[in-house]
């Protein structure tokens, strides 16, 4: 999951950004954003990425590419990654069956 933080004046420019980026990302098979506001931090965008197993190095890499054209450009843009593991395979480290 990567969270972002921009200043709500630049949502347009951020629009326009995204308009111009690829519609699909090597070694993504699903990816959902969501907005809202973030209060005196601007706007907020959650993107729920998934990966193909396997090729979560290989996806950093292209998320990165893709994300850095903002960073550089707009000024106050921020992010975080967090690596999310789903329930059934959280379960399957600990030698357990989610059912």
């Not at 921009?6 to 326009?16: L, R, T, V």
């Not at 809202?36 to 998320?63: F, N, S």
């Not at 000024?75 to 990654?81: I, K, P, R």
Request: proline fraction near 5%; hydrophobic fraction near 35%.
């Amino acid at each position: 999951m990567i969270t972002t933080w921009y200043p709500s004046h630049k949502s347009m420019d951020i629009g326009k950004m995204y308009l111009k980026q690829p519609r699909e990302v090597p070694y993504v098979t699903k990816w959902r954003v969501f907005n809202t506001p973030a209060g005196k931090d601007g706007m907020k965008q959650y993107h729920l990425i998934y990966t193909e197993r396997g090729k979560l190095e290989e996806a950093v890499m292209e998320l990165w590419k893709y994300f850095t054209p903002f960073a550089l450009q707009i000024e106050g843009y921020n992010m975080t990654v967090e690596m999310l593991i789903g329930v059934s395979d959280t379960y399957k480290m600990a030698g357990m069956k989610w059912e």
